[in-house]
């Protein structure tokens, strides 16, 4: 088995709001996906499919080779805290530690017990009274701890400062190169989560704009930074015609234009002869790019950017 997680043609309707659209996506087995894209993208939607808490409109949903939906053999290898999980009124850490474990046959009290401490979660507050930060805390140790074949992440990053984000990164990484699974990672946070990604996939309106493996997103589109006039002349000229302009951007006298594909040597030639950079796009603006109000193309690219 080389896919963790497949969807087949998966969409998800809520009355006429169409969540997924269509979607199809595989995840391979022991990758670090991170699932990016706007709110109400349709991440959360896809998330409660593989975790089994939903089931599709129509498609199939597949993790570890069977559908999740009332599967207690697959249920049992996926771990999925919601980003506004809920918890008992009267619950206290001390409560996530005695009961997750009967829900994770891989628990580790050892890395619980750590990141209960280094995440600094209070042991004497009522979960119900933590705050947004403290909250994503227990829903990393939960995550992190459970050491599921499936762990599914919720934009686990809310509310966290910057030291408890980096703690986060470094524990995640120690304890999945120990204990290697599939890690899927839906974050607003690209910049910082980039380092830790070997598959990428990216959402808007309920489908799936790229599905391709880390070092692959370069390949995906490219920038043109400059001046207002010598950015337009270039994008708009014979040169770029029959390329997709994803997102186009001016502030005051600059532009910068992000187009689909790579830079060949003419356009980096034609670019270079009117003051105009050239620069693979990051994954940041890639994902702002596909979130753009402009339409969504319908072919399926050869470099895993799907529509």
């Known amino acids: 088995m080389t896919d963790a997680i497949a969807l087949h043609a998966v969409s998800r309707l809520f009355g006429r709001t169409r969540a997924l659209d269509e ?180 959402m808007d309106r309920g489908r799936i704009l790229a599905d391709c493996d880390s070092d692959q997103t370069r390949r995906l589109a490219f920038l043109l930074s400059g001046t207002t006039d010598a950015v337009g002349a270039l994008a708009d000229g014979p040169l770029l015609a029959g390329t997709e302009v994803l997102q186009s951007t001016t502030v005051g006298g600059l532009r910068s234009v992000t187009v689909r594909g790579v830079a060949d040597e003419d356009i980096r030639s034609a670019a270079g002869a009117v003051g105009v950079q050239v620069s693979p796009a990051s994954l940041q603006d890639l994902v702002v790019a596909f979130g753009a109000d402009a339409p969504i193309p319908s072919t399926t690219h050869s470099t895993g950017v799907r529509a």
């Open 23 to 202: 979607v199809d996506l595989r995840i391979p087995v022991g990758s670090i996906c991170g699932l990016l894209g706007r709110n109400g993208a349709g991440k959360t939607s896809l998330m409660a499919l593989v975790a089994g808490q939903d089931r599709p409109t129509t498609g199939r949903v597949e993790v570890l080779g069977q559908r999740p939906f009332e599967n207690e053999a697959v249920l049992s290898k996926v771990s999925f805290v919601r980003d506004n999980q809920r918890y008992p009124d009267d619950y206290r850490l001390r409560h996530v530690l005695r009961i997750a474990p009967e829900f994770a046959p891989n628990w580790s009290a050892d890395v619980a017990s750590e990141l209960a401490d280094r995440l600094r979660i209070p042991s004497t507050t009522a979960i119900t009274k933590f705050s947004r930060g403290q909250l994503s805390a227990v829903a990393i140790l939960i995550g992190l701890a459970s050491r599921a074949p499936v762990t599914l992440l919720d934009e686990p990053y809310l509310g966290l400062d910057v030291t408890a984000r980096a703690l986060f990164h470094d524990l995640l990484i120690r304890d999945y190169t120990e204990h290697p699974r599939t890690i899927v990672l839906s974050t607003h946070l690209v910049e910082e989560s980039e380092t830790l990604l070997d598959h990428v996939v990216i």
